[in-house]
């Protein structure tokens, strides 16, 4: 039987800019504290849309994106839909 493995920390997180305290440490699933898979999402739903032609890079940044996935989480299990 397999454990489930606790999540690292991406590397790839980097901290937003403008960040000037170097003792801060945001929270996890924010940008600059995302695990590997969470920023691996972020960077698929991102490329995915790009692909579609529906990024606008002067609107959305990655902290915004964030907060579109967080919403439809929030509501996609709020409604119980997709088996979640």
Known sequence: ??????????TASALPEGITDSTYKPLPGRLGNLTVIQQH?????????????HFVPERMDDAMLLR??????????????GGY
């Open 41 to 53: 999402t972020l960077d698929k739903f991102k490329k995915e849309l790009q692909d579609e032609g």
């Open 1 to 10: 039987m397999s454990q489930l493995q606790q999540p690292q920390p991406a």
């Open 68 to 81: 579109c996935v967080k919403y439809w989480l929030q509501t996609t299990i709020s409604k119980g839909v």
